[in-house]
Every structure is written in C-alpha cells, then in structure tokens.
C-alpha cells in the first residue's frame, strides 16, 4: 500500500480510538464507574460493539488508555510551558503554577474511583518519573542563574516541589493553589 | 466492685491488648500479611485462641489497631515536641524534622500492604485531621513571632507542610531529609 494510505488509516484508527475514550469518560462522568457496559461505550461513540472489541479489550483498559492520553497532555503542557523563550525563573514559576492547577482541578473532579483504578502500574510509575525528570532538568538550568539554591541536588528539589504542589489537591480555591506556588517557590530560593 | 480492682482490670486488659497488637505486627513483618493467622497470634502472644477472639474479631482488625496505637503514639511525640519550652522557631524545626523521619522510616519498612489496608476509613482521616491541626496551632504560634510569613493562612501553610515533609519517604538518607526539612522551612519564612 502507498503510504498515504498508510497513513489516512492510522490517522482514522487514532480518531475512533480517541473517540471511544472521550464516550467512555462522558459516561463514567455522568453515571460513575461501574455502571458503564461496553455496549453503551460503542453506542456512544456511534460504532458497533465488534469494532469497539477490535479496540480495547474491557471498560478498564478504555480507562486506563483514557488516563494515559490524560496525563500526556499535561505532560505536553508543562513541556511546552518549560521550553518557551524566555527569563528561567518565570518559566519555572509557570510551570509549578500549571502543575499545582493539574493538582487541584484533579481532586475536585469527583472521580476517586478512576483514580484508584488507574493510579497504579507501570503507566503511572513512568508518567511519574517523567515528570520528576522535567523539574529535575528546569531546576538544573535555573540554577544556572541563582534563582534557584544550589545546595540541595535538582532531583531531591524536584521531589520536594512535586509533593509541596500536591497539597493543591486540598485547597478550595485557585487563589490559595496561588499561594501555596509562591511558598513552594521560596523554598526553592537561595537561602538568605 | 471498688475502684481499684476495676483500675487493675483495665490495666490487665491494655497490657494484654497491648502484647497482642506487638506479636501481630511481629509475625507480619516477618512472614507478611497474608500467611498470618489468627491461632499464630494467640500462641505468640501467650494467650488462648478464645481469649484473643474477645479482644479483636480477625487480624485486620488487630493492625488496624496496631496503626491507631503507632499513628497516637507519632502524635504524642510530636505534641510534646511542640510543647517544650523554649524558642518557638526552635521548636517548629524539631516538629518538622521528627515528622520527616516518620515519613522517611515508614517508606523504608517494607508494609506497604499494611499502609494499604489501615491508610483509610475514619481512624487514619481522624489522624490526619489531628496532625494538620498540630503544624496549624504551631505555626499560628510561630507566626506572632515573625519567624514565619504571615501572608498565608496557617492552615494553608500546615497543608503545605505536611505534603512537603512527605517527600522525605523517597529520600535515601536521612541527610537528605534534613535538606527537605531545611527547604520546606526556607518556604516558610517571610517572603524577602
């Protein structure tokens, strides 16, 4: 087959996929977790239960697939946010920002049954790690600067700022996931 | 019957109750949570299977008691911690780091499986709520001080504390912990 053939199918497979996971979180949004059927899933999506088998095996594994896109669009975001031209402190502050707002709309979702289904394994263990990665490599150049202090090694940093951010997950409103970006930050800063 | 034969009762029943709680969390950390029995627990505790059926119904219900006690006797330390006489800045340190290290050995047990087993339900929410309630009263304290910020609310920053201080549980060294414990106060501290 040419390759443009090639690729108009791969390009209509990733948009029935894609499809399926939007019908299945729509339906898991609206009338939880367990009461979702495949059946449902396919009609949602406007094909038939056989293709819809051809895709994904269960519920769970739409979930978990759903899940994975999910967290790499954050990832993607905070990439994005992290490479932009422009002064090292105030990207790191973007990007703590977008993080700790990730953090926060997360837990306000209501979806603590997904959460419970997906947050383990290995998806979740390298979306992790990737994420450690990236405030590891930004803290790494902004020290270059003095913005950041120098000493505490990047990866405990890192760690320090992912836990620190989480907490965003408690607060009730976006003005305090502000302030709680600003305390984070000046942990990170020089000692006096 | 007077006062203080009842006062021996109880004290004869906290010691039994006690020894149970220790030989359960023996045999779990030795043999894991699955291969341990309750006629097991009996014998290492010295008693007969029909008595310790008085005392808990399964071994669940023993760690999760044994959690209780563990998680009461953290809070103890830290109260008293924060309670000792002397400088307030002082003392907020000392409650940081003693926290850290909980975090730091408990990642470092290996129990998992219990941690997954007694970290829900309303006992462990209870804890939490009396820790969070611990760094908000200390740090209300501290704040008239001016040792530390006061553009944030204590709560907010107890949140933050707490959420920091659990990075020390992937830390390798308790030299490390101690640089998070640094960090976390460094965000603290009055803005410059």
């Known amino acids: 087959m ?3 053939w090639n ?10 996929r894609d499809a399926i996971l939007d019908a299945a979180w729509v339906l898991v949004a609206e009338h939880g977790l367990t009461s979702v059927r495949m059946s449902r899933i396919a009609e949602e999506t406007g094909i038939g239960r056989a293709t ?21 669009d954050h990832l993607e975001r905070l990439v994005e946010l992290r490479d ?12 703590l920002e977008a993080y700790a ?8 979702r209501g979806t603590e049954q997904v ?15 990737q994420l450690i990665g990236l405030f590891r490599d930004l803290l790494t150049e902004v020290a270059e600067t003095g ?30 996931v502000r302030r709680l970006v600003a305390v984070t930050l ?3 800063r020089p000692p006096h």
């Not at 690729?7 to 029935?16: D, M």
């Not at 090292?88 to 502050?93: T, V, Y």
């Not at 707002?101 to 306000?108: A, D, P, S, T, W």
């Not at 913005?147 to 997950?169: I, K, M, N, W």
Request: with cysteine; proline share 5%; charged share 30%.
């Open 2 to 4: 040419p390759k443009l």
């Open 7 to 16: 690729e108009t199918i791969e390009a209509h497979r990733r948009a029935v």
């Open 52 to 72: 819809l088998y051809k895709y994904f095996p269960d519920v769970e594994a739409i979930l978990i697939a759903w899940h994975e896109r999910h967290v790499a």
């Open 84 to 95: 932009r031209v422009g002064d090292a402190g105030e990207r790191l502050e973007a990007v």
């Open 101 to 108: 707002l990730i953090c926060h709309r997360r837990e306000h």
């Open 115 to 129: 959460a419970a289904l997906v947050h383990r394994g290995e998806p979740a263990a390298r979306a992790q790690r």
């Open 147 to 176: 913005v950041v202090r120098d000493d505490v090694a990047p990866d405990e940093l890192a760690s320090y700022c992912l836990h620190a951010l989480a907490a965003a997950g408690s607060l009730p409103s976006e003005a305090a």
């Open 186 to 188: 000046d942990g990170l």
